[in-house]
T-cell receptor
Framework: DVKVTQSSRYLVKRTGEKVFLECVQDMDHENMFWYRQDPGLGLRLIYF???????EKGDIPEGYSVSREKKERFSLILESASTNQTSMYLCASRPGLAGVYEQYFGPGTRLTVT | GESVGLHLPTLSVQEGDNSIINCAYS??????FIWYKQESGKGPQFIID?????DKRQGQRVTVLLNKTVKHLSLQIAATQPGDSAVYFC???????????FGTGTQLKVEL
């Protein structure tokens, strides 16, 4: 089974803090994704990466950055956390095989910024 | 950008009945669709997918129907069980690339 793990299930940070959310997958997947999930808005793509050190902006990249130094690990960084970044953050991965689009999700990190 | 939406935010069904969850999409170029189930406190979990060259696909107790004429997708769950209670999301992929666009989700509640 594919396993995607996220470093924290719950996180509380203060406005202005730098926040790191870590995601690790154990299936040697090329593609990794970060989403945020908000009530009524579904899942929105923040950033994704299709290879080590490669990244592309998703639909809502403002206020976020990412890092992918190793294939199995994809980090989401909030440079200066704000209250409007309070949300559920979901990481996902997908193999780089042509025609395979199913993404495997981690359990999520619920971030509260006060 | 394209949007994927669901008709009903909450669906309540009796245990043992069949459930139908609907999804409308707006991009006629979308060529792949997928349904996820998200239980409380967990990440989304793959249920079933379908490509645009198909109208119907069946899995274990689930069937996905695709009507490209009206850009509508549905997920049918047979003999709904309490363990089916969750939020269900549809998502679409448009053309090439890595991105899936997700709908807002439907909460399925199974009443005993």
């Amino acid at each position: 089974d594919v396993k995607v793990t996220q470093s924290s299930r719950y996180l509380v940070k203060r406005t202005g803090e730098k926040v790191f959310l870590e995601c690790v997958q154990d299936m040697d997947h090329e593609n990794m994704f970060w989403y945020r999930q908000d009530p009524g808005l579904g899942l929105r793509l923040i950033y994704f990466s299709y290879d080590v050190k490669m990244k592309e902006k998703g639909d809502i990249p403002e206020g976020y950055s990412v890092s992918r130094e190793k294939k199995e690990r994809f980090s989401l960084i909030l440079e200066s956390a704000s209250t409007n970044q309070t949300s559920m953050y979901l990481c996902a991965s997908r193999p780089g095989l042509a025609g395979v689009y199913e993404q495997y999700f981690g359990p999520g990190t619920r971030l509260t910024v006060t | 950008g394209e949007s994927v939406g669901l008709h009903l935010p909450t669906l309540s069904v009796q245990e043992g009945d069949n459930s139908i969850i609907n999804c409308a999409y707006s991009n006629s170029a979308s060529d792949y669709f997928i349904w996820y189930k998200q239980e409380s406190g967990k990440g989304p979990q793959f249920i079933i997918d379908i490509r645009s060259n198909m109208d119907k696909r069946q899995g274990q107790r689930v069937t996905v129907l695709l009507n490209k004429t009206v850009k509508h997708l549905s997920l049918q769950i047979a003999a709904t069980q309490p363990g089916d209670s969750a939020v269900y999301f549809c998502a679409e992929k448009t053309g090439g690339g890595n991105k899936l666009t997700f709908g807002t989700g439907t909460q399925l509640k199974v009443e005993l």
